[in-house]
């Protein structure tokens, strides 16, 4: 089998699921005879019939709510936000009426809502948000983020399987940047399990979506340079979190640095932060550290983006400071 | 348009309608009213826990239209559209519950007042950020259209919902899928306490389903028979394949938005000038003069109905509210929600 993109496996995996099951669809804009803004259902049209892939007019409120009301019916529809950014548009409906739909009147609301997210692309402050933190304080609602191409196919499979609403964020930097061979299986990869990535004793650093990257290019920098022994995780999924995972990582490296690309006040940084402070306090030897974008709106020019957003560079400096500590 | 103004008396019986369903209508009338009346003298007792949502004066409204469905069909009720929920099969005792916070309340506590669904029956269940159960209808009804199933969706709105953008999206989605979704406009004059006309600067909020290319009339909300037939027509045009209809049904909040409100801003006469055109004295006067009801029969549905009311207070009064442990469960389908973070409630003195 060849290696394919990680929008490649992403579309691999909603084709799959299309086929599999007919109570999944698409809706969103742009989706259907064009494929999709980035290309993502190009194709399906044509395959699976303009009921099935369905082009809505510019209202994601409108496309998460009617969503919402085929899921209650049974269907497994499957909402696409042109660029995530737009997905506030939606967040009464999601936080409202999606998310609280099960608990206040035992309502089935098997619903995906996904769209491309995330910086590093010169997007401007409305084409490159990372608004994970908005939903991620929502009980209700269950979180993604895949960083590979493996996981960008496993989790889009285990989220339209999922009898919850799951948001699926994936990173346009990632679409055509990383390929894998993923043998053509058909993974799920569960959601609320992080991935160790790369073993190591001496520090574990905490990231997903495109920053783990990062993270990983500045794990094997500090092991050429410095022969320190970092341990990454992939953390896939941020609601439900592993916290068992972070958690026994921690208790072999005893120092933690978290890695996200959204913005630093109120990001899920801090959550982890205080759950590892609950549950491993006495682990610690070194404040827990978080290397995360300033808190600003994403700048467009490529010295300001990169200015705001972290770096490899970044991140290898804040994990010297704490093995160092 | 003058609306609303004496009874109209048909030369027949609306299609759909037989003498034995007339009087269920009146049933259904008599048991909105009624059970509010019953909500009122709990609230005073305390025993209604939250606010209390009054629909006097437009029970005929949300009767008159739930009554043109069939069973299979959906609606969606606003706070006023209690009426509605009783005619597709609601009961009482869980209205009761539901106000009362009963564990064994439709919702089990965690909701309030009519916030409550049963889908099997037809009714979904709505939320109070207005407008949102436009988009949601309209995905009902869109499923509806995929799998080719002859089967309707109804969703209320009021005259303030429709300054809201998910009225608008919906409405747009609808009218662009082409769904079988029927929308019902209550113009009772008020959104708490906000008048129609600082709401919307359109005279006719029919006018606001034209936009949309959506077909689009103006019924008196307080002739029941008259709401039944064009909300019949529009479901039957839903049903066959003719897509959404907008209903505006003219009516009149004869009560505060809810019972704590004062209604300061609503005239004593503009009050007793729609006291005059009651919907279901009208439609009690309707049936005696058309001959479809005798004082005889509209006498034994009352007492029915207080009977069953009765019985629905004394099975409601009598259950427990639910223990708050029960709080947790149920956010997810497959996970129940982690106790730890609450770990002080452990601690030792």
Same mark, same amino acid.
């Given at each position: 089998?060849?290696?394919?993109?990680?929008?490649?496996?992403?579309?691999?995996?909603?084709?799959?699921?299309?086929?599999?099951?007919?109570?999944?669809?698409?809706?969103?804009?742009?989706?259907?005879?064009?494929?999709?803004?980035?290309?993502?259902?190009?194709?399906?049209?044509?395959?699976?019939?303009?009921?099935?892939?369905?082009?809505?007019?510019? =209202?994601?409120?409108?496309?998460?709510?009617?969503?919402?009301?085929?899921?209650?019916?049974?269907?497994?529809?499957?909402?696409?936000?042109?660029?995530?950014?737009?997905?506030?548009?939606?967040?009464?409906?999601?936080?409202?009426?999606?998310?609280?739909?099960?608990?206040?009147?035992?309502? =089935?609301?098997?619903?995906?809502?996904?769209?491309?997210?995330?910086?590093?692309?010169?997007?401007?402050?409305?084409?490159?948000?990372?608004?994970?933190?908005?939903?991620?304080?929502?009980?209700?609602?269950?979180? &993604?983020?895949?960083?590979?191409?493996?996981?960008?196919?496993?989790? /889009?499979?285990?989220?339209?399987?999922?009898?919850?609403?799951?948001?699926?964020?994936?990173?346009?930097?990632?679409?055509?940047? /990383?390929?894998?061979?993923?043998?053509?299986?058909?993974?799920?990869?569960?959601?609320?399990?992080?991935?160790?990535?790369?073993?190591?004793?001496?520090?574990?650093?905490?990231?997903?979506?495109?920053?783990?990257?990062?993270?990983?290019?500045?794990?094997?920098?500090?092991?050429?340079?410095?022969?320190?022994?970092?341990?990454?995780?992939?953390?896939?999924?941020?609601?439900?979190?592993?916290?068992?995972? /972070?958690?026994?990582?921690?208790?072999?490296?005893?120092?933690?640095?978290?890695?996200? !690309?959204?913005?630093?006040?109120?990001?899920?940084?801090?959550?982890?932060?205080?759950?590892?402070?609950?549950?491993?306090?006495?682990?610690?030897?070194?404040?827990?550290?978080?290397?995360?974008?300033?808190?600003?709106?994403?700048? +467009?020019?490529?010295?300001?983006?990169?200015?705001?957003?972290?770096?490899?560079?970044?991140?290898?400096?804040?994990?010297?400071?704490?093995?160092?500590? | 348009?003058?609306?609303?103004?004496?009874?109209?008396?048909?030369?027949?019986?609306?299609?759909?309608?037989?003498?034995?369903?007339?009087?269920?209508?009146?049933?259904?009338?008599?048991?909105?009213?009624?059970?509010?009346?019953?909500? &009122?003298?709990? +609230?005073?007792?305390?025993?209604?826990?939250? #606010?209390? +949502?009054?629909?006097? #004066?437009?029970?005929?409204?949300?009767?008159?239209?739930?009554?043109?469905? !069939?069973?299979?069909?959906?609606?969606?009720?606003?706070?006023?559209?209690?009426?509605?929920?009783?005619?597709?099969?609601?009961?009482?005792?869980?209205?009761?519950?539901?106000?009362?916070?009963?564990?064994? =309340?439709?919702?089990?506590?965690?909701?309030?007042?009519?916030?409550?669904?049963?889908?099997?029956?037809?009714?979904?269940?709505?939320?109070?950020?207005?407008?949102?159960?436009?988009?949601?209808?309209?995905?009902?009804?869109?499923?509806?259209?995929?799998?080719?199933?002859?089967? &309707?969706?109804?969703?209320? &709105?009021?005259?303030?919902?429709?300054?809201?953008?998910?009225?608008?999206? #919906?409405?747009?989605?609808?009218? %662009?899928?082409?769904?079988?979704?029927?929308?019902?406009?209550?113009?009772?004059?008020?959104?708490?306490?906000?008048?129609?006309?600082?709401?919307?600067?359109?005279?006719?909020?029919?006018?606001?389903?034209?936009?949309?290319? %959506?077909?689009?009339?103006?019924?008196?909300?307080?002739?029941?028979?008259?709401?039944?037939?064009?909300?019949?027509?529009?479901?039957?045009?839903?049903?066959?394949?003719?897509?959404?209809?907008?209903?505006?049904?003219?009516? +009149?909040?004869?009560?505060?938005?809810?019972?704590?409100?004062?209604?300061?801003?609503?005239?004593?006469?503009?009050?007793?000038?729609?006291?005059?055109?009651?919907?279901?004295?009208?439609?009690?006067?309707?049936?005696?003069?058309?001959?479809?009801?005798?004082?005889?029969?509209?006498?034994?549905?009352?007492?029915?109905?207080?009977?069953?009311?009765?019985?629905?207070?004394?099975?409601?009064?009598?259950?427990?509210?639910?223990?708050?442990?029960?709080?947790?469960? #149920?956010?997810?389908?497959?996970?129940?929600?982690?106790?730890?973070?609450?770990?002080?409630?452990?601690?030792?003195?």
């Amino acid at each position: 089998m060849a290696e394919i993109t990680y929008l490649e496996a992403l579309r691999q995996g909603l084709e799959e699921e299309l086929e599999r099951d007919d109570r999944v669809f698409i809706l969103g804009e742009d989706v259907g005879e064009y494929g999709g803004a980035f290309k993502v259902t190009d194709g399906f049209h044509e395959r699976f019939g303009p009921d099935r892939i369905i082009d809505t007019p510019i =209202s994601e409120a409108a496309i998460v709510g009617a969503a919402a009301g085929a899921a209650h019916m049974g269907f497994r529809p499957v909402a696409e936000m042109q660029f995530i950014d737009f997905i506030s548009c939606a967040y009464d409906i999601l936080t409202n009426y999606v998310a609280t739909a099960r608990y206040r009147a035992g309502l =089935s609301t098997p619903l995906v809502v996904r769209g491309p997210a995330g910086g590093y692309v010169r997007g401007g402050p409305f084409h490159s948000q990372m608004p994970e933190a908005a939903f991620f304080h929502t009980p209700g609602l269950k979180l &993604v983020c895949p960083a590979t191409a493996r996981d960008a196919k496993g989790l /889009i499979k285990a989220a339209i399987r999922d009898d919850d609403p799951v948001i699926y964020f994936e990173h346009k930097y990632l679409y055509r940047r /990383i390929k894998e061979d993923l043998n053509g299986a058909d993974d799920v990869t569960p959601i609320g399990k992080a991935r160790v990535a790369r073993e190591g004793n001496d520090l574990t650093i905490v990231s997903w979506s495109a920053v783990f990257w990062k993270a990983l290019e500045a794990a094997g920098e500090l092991e050429d340079e410095d022969g320190a022994g970092i341990e990454v995780l992939d953390l896939r999924t941020l609601v439900p979190m592993d916290d068992q995972a /972070i958690v026994s990582s921690v208790k072999k490296t005893n120092r933690l640095l978290i890695v996200h !690309e959204d913005t630093r006040t109120g990001g899920v940084a801090g959550e982890i932060t205080a759950r590892v402070n609950e549950q491993a306090f006495e682990w610690l030897d070194a404040p827990i550290r978080r290397v995360t974008a300033h808190d600003t709106p994403l700048p +467009y020019a490529p010295t300001l983006e990169d200015y705001v957003l972290p770096q490899t560079a970044d991140i290898v400096t804040a994990a010297r400071w704490l093995l160092a500590y | 348009m003058k609306m609303g103004a004496g009874a109209t008396v048909p030369v027949q019986i609306p299609g759909g309608l037989t003498e034995g369903r007339l009087l269920e209508i009146y049933y259904y009338l008599q048991l909105t009213r009624s059970l509010e009346e019953r909500l &009122v003298n709990l +609230y005073r007792q305390s025993k209604v826990i939250g #606010g209390l +949502y009054r629909s006097l #004066g437009q029970e005929g409204e949300s009767v008159g239209s739930a009554y043109a469905l !069939e069973f299979g069909d959906i609606l969606s009720p606003l706070i006023r559209n209690l009426g509605s929920m009783l005619v597709k099969g609601a009961k009482p005792v869980e209205v009761l519950r539901q106000y009362m916070a009963k564990a064994n =309340s439709p919702t089990a506590g965690r909701e309030m007042n009519i916030h409550f669904n049963d889908l099997d029956l037809g009714y979904l269940g709505q939320i109070s950020h207005l407008g949102d159960m436009v988009p949601v209808m309209a995905g009902i009804a869109l499923s509806f259209k995929m799998r080719s199933e002859p089967r &309707v969706g109804l969703v209320y &709105v009021g005259d303030g919902a429709t300054s809201t953008g998910a009225f608008h999206e #919906g409405m747009n989605f609808a009218a %662009v899928q082409k769904v079988p979704l029927v929308i019902i406009v209550e113009h009772n004059g008020y959104a708490y306490s906000t008048p129609t006309s600082k709401q919307t600067a359109v005279a006719r909020l029919a006018d606001k389903g034209r936009a949309y290319g %959506v077909p689009s009339e103006t019924v008196d909300g307080n002739h029941v028979l008259a709401v039944y037939a064009t909300t019949k027509n529009a479901v039957d045009r839903a049903r066959n394949g003719g897509g959404p209809t907008l209903i505006e049904a003219v009516t +009149y909040r004869r009560k505060g938005h809810a019972e704590h409100d004062s209604q300061s801003y609503q005239s004593p006469d503009e009050i007793r000038e729609w006291e005059s055109r009651d919907p279901v004295e009208r439609y009690v006067d309707l049936l005696q003069m058309s001959g479809w009801a005798t004082p005889a029969d509209i006498t034994e549905i009352d007492a029915r109905v207080a009977n069953e009311l009765d019985q629905a207070v004394a099975e409601a009064e009598e259950a427990s509210t639910p223990a708050g442990a029960t709080a947790l469960g #149920g956010v997810y389908a497959d996970r129940t929600v982690d106790g730890g973070p609450l770990w002080f409630r452990s601690l030792d003195g």
